[in-house]
């Protein structure tokens, strides 16, 4: 991980993608990195559950990668069992199937806890066909959606999993339009301070309104360079060795 040195020089960390390898979508592009070395419980994944679909997610689960390590891979593992198996029928009910997603996630992740553990996330599957978005946010940082017209923001429809058992979440769903863009980020992006340069206010945080004014403004071609700027855009504002967290972005473009 890169440091601020004591002259004031600031390298920030090069962004790395996902693990794992991210399914090609017609008309649409997904993409997640995250920033510098991972030690914090930021877990995203993306899968094709059908002929039209896309499952992806974007989980913080509270505590240290070193600590939660048997939280992490309870969750990974049921996501893509069970968004497979709930999302596989082509006439499925994408609100039920996502609803009985996160009850299923969230009974997990206190099974592996054993006990109450917060793990906000924001899930959703995409059509491709219809260029819909079905989506739930438990207590995640706000998803944005960038359209011709305006800047969405996909805020919460329930509390983070992990806290109560038989805690759902709403799942409404979206149209994307040609050329919309969904932004998710982890709260290590927006909690990020900044460290002492010229013109900032040292201490204040990077926040989901400079998220937004970034997003606006973005000119990088894709899904992965739109995730990459922004990190580096985030990571260059903050001192990274100061940052708590994780900065991890997932984006997906619908292209056509």
Do not use: W
Request: net charge negative; glycine share 8%; charged share 20%.
């Amino acid at each position: 991980m890169s440091v601020h040195s004591d002259s004031g020089d600031f390298s920030p960390p090069t962004a790395e993608s996902t693990p794992n390898q991210f399914p090609k979508i017609v008309g649409a592009e997904i993409a997640a990195l995250t920033s510098g070395k991972r030690v914090a419980g930021d877990f995203f994944e993306s899968f094709r559950v059908g002929a039209e679909r896309v499952l992806f997610g974007l989980l913080d689960v509270a505590g240290r990668a070193e600590t939660n390590r048997a939280i992490l891979s309870a969750a990974q593992n049921l996501f893509r069992s069970s968004g497979l198996e709930l999302f596989a029928a082509a006439d499925v009910n994408e609100s039920e199937a996502m609803t009985a997603l996160s009850l299923r996630l969230n009974r997990a992740i206190m099974e592996a806890a054993v006990g109450v553990h917060s793990c906000p996330a924001f899930i959703g599957c995409y059509h491709e066909r219809f260029g819909t978005l079905c989506y739930t946010n438990a207590g995640h940082t706000p998803g944005l959606l960038l359209d011709s017209t305006s800047i969405a923001e996909l805020t919460s429809t329930g509390l983070p999993l992990g806290l109560f058992s038989h805690a759902t979440a709403e799942a409404p769903t979206v149209g994307m339009e040609k050329g919309a863009v969904l932004l998710l980020v982890s709260r290590g992006v927006v909690d990020g301070t900044c460290a002492a340069k010229k013109g900032e206010t040292q201490g204040e945080e990077y926040g989901l309104e400079r998220v937004k004014q970034y997003l606006q403004s973005q000119t990088a071609p894709g899904a992965r360079m739109i995730a990459e700027s922004l990190l580096k855009a985030a990571s260059e504002y903050s001192c990274v060795a100061l940052v708590p967290e994780d900065m991890t972005a997932l984006c997906l473009v619908r292209s056509a």
